[in-house]
């Protein structure tokens, strides 16, 4: 199983995992407005949360949790806002800032293996063309140590179950040594076995100083394994811990009323 | 069967044929692998027939010149290209019919044109190939595109691949997405052009296609799809020349035919994806 000892996946390079630094690094996101195919997607959204939270995207379909994951990848041009990691504005990409997509919006069947997918994780450091240094190939290897694929890596990733497949995003992420990692629905499509050791891979991530940012649809199991969440729907609706915004009267509000109502929170 | 194999070669023509096969055979066959893996073979397509109009142009405005032909097809192409893609944003129109509107437009202009510019003894080479009309500059040519077009994609071969595997993913790790995207598509069709003499545009997809196509139904590793194609093409293309000579045929049409026909037994009999393998397997199952 992954992450059954309390020891932590990575060890501690300088911008990886902050658990030991005793600071904490933040991400800001100030009055971000986003559209996407012609449309508003996303406006008014601001919050600010740090590295070793487990954020929960929520809202109904069409709210714009996806939007939000890519326009902090850097993958959405943003309309007005801001968005800060550690202090700087994001630019276009940063090897801090990991996305996964969405498991049905990739190509399962494209010929590459599953330490194929992995060291996709170390092209910011290996460039176009050069041969992987033996740090890569180490942090290549940690990664598939840590998501438990060392015995998988020369598989097709076409003969992965739906576990698998997100265990090998999860360790891309680990190889890019990623601090901040935007997860695109990653429990939709696993059964019951794999949601829970999901879960538990998360939160042991955050654990190591990681920030787990998720959009997420199923409302039954948010409070097992998010600590804070963000409601949405276009605009934000609030954001705070779990146990504080996922109320009855604020569900209610993301889910059931016309977007107009949503207030801006700060 | 020595002397079949032998014979032919005492020609010169038929020694370049030959090595001119070998050349545009391998170099489409590693280029297949892109558009196989980018499933964008009906937009190559039609990029081939965008280079006869080119063609057509060319001659018109500066003589019938080898570096004329060359320019107006790589103008040409590009031109349809990046037209459809200015067509397709500035429209509600997507990208793949405004390609077919501008090419098969562009096309039937190329045709009248060339007709009446009397050259249609040549338009029958650029339609469908004539590897045996091929002189020593024309191959030195050819040697020259696949060299710059071999080296170009291995250079970009990782950040490439992950742009075809996942382009959102490889844009948030830094790989200039869009940018590798238009330059596949120039080495692309430059790629088409150095194939005109020996298969011509209306045949040019089949080289840029098949080979790799055909090692995909065999194997999952991307290495023998890039080399495995290249292998196929070129030694495909060259026996295919072989046959032509002994019986007589087009060249050209030939290159299509054989590779058409190894593709066949690959999806038959392929012991992975085969169509024996996989009815099996769902027998199988029932």
């Given amino acids: 199983m992954i992450g059954t000892t309390t020891e932590f996946f990575m060890p501690n390079t300088p911008h990886d995992a902050c658990a030991h630094c005793g600071h904490h690094h933040e991400l800001r996101v100030e009055h971000l407005r986003v559209r996407y195919r012609e449309l508003r997607a996303l406006d008014g959204i601001s919050f600010a949360t740090s590295c070793g939270a487990c954020l929960a995207l929520i809202g109904p379909n069409g709210a714009g949790k996806s939007t939000l994951l890519k326009a902090i990848a850097g993958l959405l041009p943003i309309e007005s806002g801001k968005i800060f990691w550690r202090g700087t504005q994001v630019a276009k990409w940063s090897r801090e800032i990991a996305y996964l997509p969405q498991r049905e919006n990739v190509d399962w069947q494209f010929p590459v293996t599953v330490r194929g997918v992995v060291s996709m994780g170390r092209y910011p450091q290996a460039g176009w063309w050069r041969a992987f240094?033996?740090?890569?190939?180490?942090?290549?290897?940690?990664?598939?140590?840590?998501?438990?694929?060392?015995?998988?890596?020369?598989?097709?990733?076409?003969?992965?179950?739906?576990?698998?497949?997100?265990?090998?995003?999860?360790?891309?992420?680990?190889?890019?040594e990623a601090h901040v990692l935007l997860l695109d629905e990653p429990f939709s499509g696993l059964d019951h076995n794999s949601k829970a050791s999901l879960a538990h891979t998360l939160r042991a991530l955050t654990k190591e100083g990681r920030l787990v940012v998720a959009s997420h649809h199923d409302l039954d199991t948010v409070r097992d394994i998010f600590d804070e969440?963000?409601?949405?729907?276009?605009?934000?609706?609030?954001?705070?811990?779990?146990?504080?915004?996922?109320?009855?009267?604020?569900?209610?509000?993301?889910?059931?009323?016309?977007?107009s109502v949503g207030k801006e929170v700060a | 069967m020595i002397d079949w194999l032998i014979e032919p070669f005492q020609h010169p023509f038929n020694q370049r044929a030959m090595l001119a096969a070998l050349l545009i055979g391998f170099t489409n066959g590693y280029a297949s692998a892109f558009v196989v893996l980018k499933k964008s073979a009906l937009k190559v397509g039609s990029l081939s027939h965008a280079l006869l109009p080119g063609i057509a142009v060319a001659i018109l405005l500066a003589g019938l010149h080898d570096w004329s032909v060359f320019l107006g097809a790589l103008f040409a192409a590009l031109l349809i290209g990046l037209g459809?893609?200015?067509?397709?944003?500035?429209?509600?129109?997507?990208?793949?019919?405004?390609?077919?509107?501008?090419?098969?437009?562009?096309?039937?202009?190329?045709?009248?044109?060339?007709?009446?510019?009397?050259?249609?003894?040549?338009?029958?080479?650029?339609?469908?190939?004539?590897?045996?009309?091929?002189?020593?500059?024309?191959?030195?040519?050819?040697?020259?595109?696949?060299?710059?077009?071999?080296?170009?994609?291995?250079?970009?071969?990782?950040?490439?691949?992950?742009?075809?595997?996942?382009?959102?993913?490889?844009?948030?790790?830094?790989?200039?997405?869009?940018?590798?995207?238009?330059?596949?598509?120039a080495v692309l069709i430059v790629v088409l052009i150095s194939s005109l003499q020996a298969v011509g545009c209306m045949l040019a997809l089949g080289l840029l296609v098949t080979p790799a196509a055909t090692v995909y139904l065999l194997t999952d590793s991307t290495n023998a799809l890039f080399w495995g194609g290249?292998?196929?093409?070129?030694?495909?293309?060259?026996?295919?020349?072989?046959?032509?000579?002994?019986?007589?045929?087009?060249?050209?049409?030939?290159?299509?035919?054989?590779?058409?026909?190894?593709?066949?037994?690959?999806?038959?009999?392929?012991?992975?994806?085969?169509?024996?393998?996989?009815?099996?397997?769902?027998?199988?199952?029932?």
Avoid: C
């Avoid at chain 2, 054989?258 to 038959?268: D, E, K, M, P, R």
């Fill in chain 1, 229 to 259: 969440a963000l409601l949405l729907r276009q605009h934000g609706i609030a954001f705070g811990p779990v146990a504080e915004v996922f109320t009855d009267a604020l569900l209610e509000q993301t889910f059931n009323h016309p977007p």
């Fill in chain 2, 230 to 286: 290249s292998l196929l093409g070129g030694v495909a293309s060259a026996t295919a020349v072989l046959i032509g000579w002994h019986l007589n045929l087009e060249q050209g049409p030939v290159i299509v035919l054989v590779l058409g026909a190894v593709f066949l037994l690959s999806f038959i009999f392929s012991p992975k994806y085969g169509l024996l393998r996989t009815t099996a397997a769902k027998r199988q199952t029932h």
């Fill in chain 2, 84 to 185: 459809s893609l200015a067509v397709s944003r500035g429209s509600r129109l997507d990208q793949d019919s405004s390609l077919a509107i501008l090419y098969t437009a562009a096309f039937s202009g190329g045709i009248i044109l060339l007709r009446r510019l009397g050259v249609t003894q040549q338009m029958d080479e650029w339609l469908f190939g004539n590897i045996m009309g091929l002189r020593d500059a024309d191959l030195w040519t050819n040697f020259w595109i696949s060299f710059g077009a071999l080296g170009l994609l291995t250079a970009m071969h990782r950040p490439l691949l992950m742009t075809l595997f996942d382009s959102e993913v490889a844009t948030t790790l830094g790989v200039p997405v869009r940018a590798l995207n238009y330059l596949l598509f």
């Fill in chain 1, 133 to 176: 240094s033996p740090t890569d190939d180490a942090a290549i290897e940690r990664a598939l140590t840590a998501m438990d694929l060392l015995d998988l890596q020369h598989r097709q990733i076409s003969a992965l179950s739906g576990g698998q497949q997100q265990r090998v995003f999860l360790a891309r992420a680990l190889a890019q």
